[in-house]
């Protein structure tokens, strides 16, 4: 087992959405875990001295034709076992309980009632409200267990064999909704598998370059950098491994915000003191999409530019080994790779050619969410700006600027971006707002200045709050911020002389304009 707390949990995947959300949840608990598929051998995993198993959730029916199974020696094998929905319920089946099918899914909030007279759901109130998302059910627990927990469609919520320590839930522990779902999780790591809890993030940062050393060895590593969280923090990390055996290829497509590029290289360059390549390909990306008005023909333009750019950077270097990505764990998802359901393809996943020649990649944040990349970024000592950096799209301010796109264009939306930007850190709203940016609307409205008619650009601001930017709502900025904001880019920009704030949420309409 290679990890600094010497102890870790595995979680055995049947297929679900919720097996990386496990993991996480298992993490803040202190606990080292590993995902494995559910086909992962009885004998490997006893190999491995894991504290315990938690079976995911999965979306099959155990009587599917190829329904994942688990092997009943695994029960046996003195190992404490927590399954959760489908987990709970392959273990049942698997065990000499009965799983039947109902005619209706029970969804959503659930009120469960709770025997709190064991160690899994010691602390737990009698009723507690969690989560379900199931159509089958266990309807007749194994030999030996008890039924631990019911609900009004459910049986057998919960169930355990205190003597093995197996226990299945089946409702969702690991998600928000389960309102004691934490402290399950808790009871189940600390009472049940007796962990210690001594992991710690940056003990996420040590294994991870230990591992990149030891992959890579003596060959040669490129990665390519954005300003973004993601890629920065996959960059030190691979950096803190190996060195100058890896080459970062900073590709500057002059779409980014005022100074942007100038801050990457700063940091990378005489902060990290990193081999960097920084590609000025402003006048490249600008001629490619001179004229171009359309949204996803300007998105086509940059994106196939930005390949190319690349490619040719890394031709230079001659033969290269791996390339780094800063792909992470819902990148990772929303491509359905691994044994979850296909939800969508993802631009950021494989967004680089594999006809290059490397022999592998190196992906050292697939397993992590946003906050924990975020929570590794500052042990590795990235700045905070970079590190809480807010999402900026792959092509950048082209599709900030409706219309085509000139040099004039760029350089008033990035004044414009950047006092917006000042100012909301100095109303101290920038952790809380989640995106805000300024747009260059491609309307032109008359004004009166000094004793003059204006016949100028109109500059939309706009910031929402979200927590998974799928959807978003407007954020209330307060009005003399605003106001303090609009004073400050018609004073200070040239060629701006109104100023809008954009009021609507997503949906109908997106985060981005174009
Ligand atoms: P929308 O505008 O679709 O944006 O509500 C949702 C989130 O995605 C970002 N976004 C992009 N990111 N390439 C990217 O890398 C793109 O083409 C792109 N379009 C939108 C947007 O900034 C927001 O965070």
Redesign the pocket.
């Known amino acids: 087992m290679m990890n600094a707390s010497n102890e870790a949990v595995l979680i055995m995947d049947f297929g679900g959405q919720y097996s990386q959300l496990i993991a996480r949840r298992v993490r803040d608990l202190h606990v080292y875990c590993e995902i494995k598929s559910y086909k992962t051998s009885v004998s490997d995993i006893k190999s491995k001295n894991y504290k315990g198993i938690i079976f995911s959730g999965g979306p099959n029916s155990v009587y599917e034709e190829n329904a994942p199974k688990c092997d009943p020696a695994l029960f046996d094998a003195g190992i404490p076992i927590l399954g959760i929905c489908y987990g709970a319920q392959a273990m049942a089946q698997a065990i000499g309980g009965t799983v039947e099918s109902s005619t209706v899914k029970e969804y959503g909030n659930t009120v469960v009632n709770f025997n709190n007279d064991n160690p899994l759901f010691s602390g737990i109130k009698s009723e507690s409200i969690c989560w379900m998302s199931h159509t089958d059910y266990i309807s007749k627990a194994p030999e030996n267990f008890k039924i631990l927990a019911t609900s009004k469609t459910c049986p057998v919520a919960a169930m355990g064999d205190e003597n093995r320590k197996l226990y299945a839930t089946q409702f969702h522990p690991e998600v928000q909704h389960t309102e004691q779902g934490n402290e399950i999780l808790g009871n189940f790591l600390f009472k049940v598998c007796c962990c210690s809890g001594d992991w710690i993030m940056s003990s996420f940062a040590k294994e991870q370059i230990e591992k990149i050393r030891q992959q890579v060895g003596d060959k040669t590593v490129v990665c390519g950098l954005s300003g973004g969280v993601d890629s920065s923090v996959a960059a030190v990390l691979v950096h803190k491994a190996i060195g100058k055996k890896l080459t970062c290829i900073f590709v500057d497509h002059g779409l980014l915000r005022k100074n942007e590029g100038d801050e990457v290289e700063e940091v990378f360059r005489k902060q990290f003191d990193m081999n960097l390549i920084r590609v000025n390909a402003q006048d490249r990306f600008l001629t490619k999409l001179a004229c171009v008005s359309e949204p996803e023909e300007k998105?086509k333009i940059i994106g196939e530019e930005f390949i190319r750019v690349f490619e040719e950077e890394a031709k230079k270097l001659g033969s290269v080994d791996f390339l780094c990505q800063g792909t992470i764990y819902p990148d990772v998802v929303e491509s359905g790779i691994g044994e979850a359901a296909v939800i969508k393809s993802h631009?950021n996943v494989g967004g680089l050619p594999d006809d290059i020649g490397f022999t592998g990649i190196i992906e050292p944040l697939r397993d992590l969410f946003k906050d924990e990349v975020r929570r590794v970024g500052l042990e590795l000592d990235i700045p905070e700006k970079l590190v809480w950096r807010q999402?900026?799209?792959?092509?950048g301010l082209a599709?900030r600027i409706i219309g085509d796109i000139t040099n004039e264009k760029l350089d008033i939306l990035k004044d414009a971006d950047a006092i917006f930007r000042e100012e909301i850190a100095l109303a101290g709203l920038d952790r809380s707002i989640h995106?805000y940016f300024a747009v260059l609307t491609g309307i032109r409205s008359v004004g009166v200045m000094g004793d003059g008619r204006t016949y100028d650009n109109t500059i939309a601001l706009r910031g929402v709050t979200t927590t998974d930017?799928m959807t978003?709502d407007w954020a209330r900025i307060p009005y003399d911020v605003l106001a303090k904001i609009s004073n400050r880019i018609i004073n200070e920009v040239k060629h701006v002389n109104r100023i809008v704030y954009d009021i609507t949420s997503?949906p109908p309409a997106?985060?981005?304009w174009e």
């Open positions: 998105r631009h999402p900026f799209p792959g092509p599709i995106q930017f978003a997503k997106t985060i981005e």
